[in-house]
């Protein structure tokens, strides 16, 4: 793969090409050469969902009008069904812009278009198309996905559960379920002692969604859940905590076998520097020291509270270690925190807050402040506090693009 390669590149003028010719292979009428060149005529400049959307819309402009007869040929061209219980590489990507296609103008033809994802997602994920049938079709679509959740293809089942994350990345938020998501969690039941890794993890982050914004519904679950006797679920159950732990839910911690009433002193928090640049990094360190005569388990986070728009502070906890403490044990943590641009955080200049969390309790903390880089700031003296510095926007205005390994998110 190129050095340059970047998840766009997935939808290319080879893939485009490929699939105009399938497609006119059957059904003769379809105009191979006019897709083609409708489509990578606009390719370059256009982010991954710009692609998968202006291959989606070229579709409907090539195909028949005729939903039914349209569907029918966009099928007799799917790949084979996935062989492996993982979904990796991009060779399957080609298949979502036709996933799309599906929520898009099928959404009149519930029973076929849904048949239609049953299928295509044997060849790859169709957990953003199905959201558009859980909007419009709620009780009918949680049906039949408890259902699937029963099926004996894992990509199925996987389907069910990460077809309604609340807040699943890159696509459509499902706020119902955000409001109330009890009829999820439901679904998940069937799934929470599935054979499949895969199927397990996207429950895991499912209910990591709905910890979010419904922590007590999610620590019952798990909590219930913490007496079956499956090392799966038990993976499952560890897993779907990291939002809770980070939270400092006492219950979770106690539940993953963590104290938060532990005999510890944090001490010696040191920065590396006071004033720290966007797009930089500072090192922070500091020492934990056991006060008690026994061994103790150690969930370590660390805090940054981000100056946002507005110009208040927001924290975000991020995973440092997990340790066992010997008693009288003293351990010395040093860690190096980017502030480099990403496609999702946005920085804003001012003072910040680095805060050191053990087993969900904050114990030491200490300021530093974010700035514009020199030449940003010779540049933007105009500028008050908190204004987002232009190579942010820039960054920002394309849309997001999924990681290497999507769609197992983390």
């Not at 955000?178 to 982050?205: C, F, G, H, W, Y």
């Not at 061994?295 to 997990?322: E, R």
Request: charged letters at 25%; proline letters at 5%; a positive charge.
């Amino acid at each position: 793969m190129e050095q340059n390669f970047q998840v766009r590149d997935v939808f290319n003028e080879k893939v485009v090409n490929q699939l105009a010719a399938n497609l006119a292979g059957v059904w003769s009428n379809f105009d191979a050469n006019g897709f083609s060149r409708t489509v990578n005529s606009q390719l370059n400049p256009l982010s991954f969902s710009e692609r998968a959307a202006l291959i989606r819309d070229s579709l409907w402009e090539y195909l028949p009008k005729d939903y039914l007869r349209a569907l029918e040929i966009i099928l007799k061209t799917l790949p084979p069904e996935l062989s492996e219980n993982e979904i990796a590489g991009y060779d399957g990507f080609i298949v979502m812009p036709q996933n799309d296609f599906v929520a898009k103008y099928g959404l009149d033809h519930y029973e076929l278009s849904m048949q239609a994802l049953y299928q295509m997602t044997k060849r790859f994920t169709a957990e953003g198309a199905i959201r558009a049938f859980i909007l419009k079709y709620p009780e009918r679509t949680l049906a039949i996905l408890s259902e699937w959740a029963e099926d004996e293809n894992p990509h199925i089942r996987r389907l069910a559960s990460e077809g309604t994350r609340p807040r699943l990345p890159w696509t459509m938020q499902l706020k119902p379920f955000i409001e109330d998501p009890r009829s999820v969690l439901q679904l998940l039941e069937k799934l929470k002692t599935d054979p499949e890794l895969m199927v397990r993890r996207s429950v895991a982050n499912n209910l990591n969604d709905i910890a979010k914004d419904n922590p007590d519904l999610v620590v019952k679950t798990l909590q219930r859940w913490r007496k079956i006797d499956n090392e799966g679920t038990q993976w499952l159950i560890r897993h779907a905590s990291r939002t809770l732990v980070k939270q400092g839910n006492k219950e979770t911690i106690a539940l993953l076998g963590y104290s938060s009433d532990v005999a510890i002193t944090v001490s010696k928090l040191e920065l590396d520097k006071a004033i720290v640049s966007i797009g930089s990094e500072f090192k922070f360190e500091f020492e934990i020291k056991s006060i008690s005569d026994q061994a103790q388990n150690l969930v370590i986070d660390y805090v940054i509270h981000h100056v946002k728009a507005n110009g208040k502070l927001k924290p975000k906890v991020f995973k440092l270690a997990k340790k066992k403490l010997q008693a009288g044990e003293t351990l010395h943590i040093s860690k190096k925190h980017s502030l480099r641009l990403i496609s999702t955080r946005k920085y804003y200049a001012g003072g910040h807050l680095l805060e050191i969390q053990v087993n969900g309790i904050v114990y030491k903390q200490a300021k530093f402040e974010l700035r514009c880089p020199p030449a940003q700031e010779a540049s933007s003296s105009s500028r008050t506090r908190g204004l987002h510095i232009e190579l942010t926007n820039r960054y920002f205005s394309r849309s997001p693009i999924p990681p290497a390994n999507f769609p197992q998110r983390p």
